[in-house]
């Protein structure tokens, strides 16, 4: 467990309100008697006196009624809040995605060692009880700003709990700016839009048990584990269950997307590649797949359909067929492909990684879709939100080719192909739960349903320390070594 002792006393509100410092303790469970003693002691004192029992509860975000506890029975009691990041800015309307500014990555060397330690908190949260549910809100009524009530009282008691709210403010039932703010870091730790209010999805979040978030973390950390990836300077990080893609360079976040991946009937794969080129204005040739279950099905009902799309069929040879010469019930001798343009479901750009899975990453037509919490619609692809920053970015050592080119060269309607001076590594990953070096802990629905599906062997931790590509030392795990995947993609498993 990592001891408070050792966080900067200037980013924990006991430090700058020693008189807070009894009051903590006594919320924490310390007799009254010690209370006092603490109030007589220096407010440096006062922090190291009361730093053993914050420790023994300090964590992130989890709880459940049904975890074996020690002694202590009931809820876990409100601790000292987890290092914060800055609280991110007010968003206004329905909950949608959020996309962290945070520089930290959410895959990189210290992955593993992080949500090592956030599992150890977690499994201690569950443990002692875990936190209260939250109730919905009565109807016609919000929690949020402004709000009072029992369900205002849970909610800071369980926003103390998890690390968000400070220990000195978990007792109350007005929902103030300290709330809303406390709030706000929640939503941003679990992929929400930043409201500052308990929507739906922000309210299931609050409601996941402890149990639950263990078995994220064990999932993901065997996940971690088992990853074979070596880390450059310059690398890609998606991870699918964040839907989120990270362009990392030096070990920090240059810039982070939201993405759209696979939906859970077409699960975007884990895999490591390398990116080595990006297409401008690319085609699409349809998958035998989709071609079969969407597309003739819909010229079947609309002749009109593949004109409108900018489709056309071709034979073996090459040459365009005549659409009302096809039988869409018949046999499929023939090849779908969609026309470089607006419409085409690749958007203006993809980017070439060759894998055995077929799949990459690509502009869309949808982008609409970037602004759901909800980001799982595609066949297998990730389509990637600002993609044509992203390509700027991979093509940093590729000269001629800045955002201005790039757009220029769109224009233009012509295929281009872009080939990187430098290939860089990309690494799929599908993390429910994982820790960061900041201190913070950071939860994703499982979508996929995949998480009770595996689970932690304790001799897949076990790990060497061996330079990586950056010099800097890296992890060698002890785990089955994968071989990178290298077979040419063709345009395949993509969005219609």
């Known amino acids: 467990m990592v001891p408070i002792r050792r966080l900067p006393i200037r980013r924990l509100p006991f430090g700058r309100l020693a008189r807070s410092l009894p009051l903590a303790a006594l919320i924490a469970g310390a007799p009254i008697t010690l209370a006092l003693v603490v109030w007589a002691l220096p407010a440096r004192a006062q922090w190291d006196a009361l730093t053993p029992l914050a420790a ?139 409201t500052g209010a308990v929507g739906p999805m922000t309210l299931k979040a ?118 009302r010469s096809v039988n869409p019930n018949g046999p499929v001798n023939f090849s779908v492909r969609q026309d470089s343009g607006a419409s085409n479901s690749l958007g203006f750009l993809r980017i070439d990684m060759p894998n055995s899975y077929s799949v990459y990453m690509h502009d869309t037509p949808r982008r609409d879709l970037f602004r759901s919490d909800y980001r799982f619609h595609s066949h297998g692809c990730v389509r990637v939100g600002d993609v044509r920053d992203l390509a700027v970015w991979l093509l940093t050592d590729t000269p001629g080719w800045d955002r201005k080119q790039i757009d220029a060269a769109i224009a233009t309607g012509r295929r281009t192909d872009i080939r990187l001076t430098n290939a860089l590594p990309v690494v799929w990953i599908y993390l429910t739960g994982w820790g960061t070096t900041d201190g913070l802990a950071h939860f994703r629905e499982d979508v996929y349903d995949l998480d009770d599906k595996r689970r932690l062997d304790p001799s897949m931790l076990v790990a060497a320390r061996r330079p990586d590509a950056t010099g800097a030392a890296g992890l060698a795990l002890q785990s089955a070594k994968r071989p990178l995947d290298l077979k040419p993609s063709a345009n395949r498993l993509d969005d219609m």
């Not at 976040?253 to 699960?267: D, I, K, M, T």
């Not at 009902?301 to 040459?319: H, K, Q, S, T």
């Open 56 to 194: 023994d509860s300090f964590q992130t975000d989890t709880i459940d009624s049904r975890a074996a506890a020690p002694k202590r029975t009931g809820v876990a009691q409100p601790v000292a809040p987890q290092p914060q990041p800055p609280a991110p800015p007010r968003a206004n309307g329905p909950e949608q995605a959020t996309v962290s500014q945070s520089p930290v990555p959410t895959f990189s060397p210290d992955s593993l060692r992080a949500t090592e330690r956030t599992l150890m908190l977690y499994r201690d949260i569950a443990a002692r009880g875990g936190w209260p549910s939250v109730p919905p809100p009565a109807p016609g009524t919000t929690l949020a700003l402004g709000a009072t009530g029992p369900a205002v009282a849970v909610l800071r008691q369980r926003l103390a709990i998890s690390g968000d709210l400070a220990p000195r403010a978990a007792m109350g039932g007005a929902f103030d700016m300290e709330v809303e703010e406390a709030l706000r870091r929640f939503q941003l730790r679990h992929g929400l839009t930043t």
């Open 206 to 323: 609050l409601n996941v048990p402890a149990a639950e978030r263990v078995r994220q973390l064990e999932a993901s950390l065997a996940r971690l584990a088992e990853r074979d990836f070596v880390f450059a300077q310059r690398y890609v990080a998606v991870n699918l269950a964040a839907a989120a893609v990270e362009a990392v360079d030096g070990g920090r976040v240059a810039r982070r997307f939201p993405a759209v991946v696979g939906r859970p009937e077409n699960a975007s794969p884990e895999l490591v590649a390398r990116i080595t080129a990006v297409n401008l204005n690319p085609t699409w040739t349809a998958p035998l797949s989709i071609v079969k279950k969407e597309i003739l099905p819909k010229l079947a009902r609309d002749p009109g359909y593949l004109a409108r799309a900018n489709m056309r069929l071709i034979d073996g040879d090459g040459r365009e067929i005549d659409p």
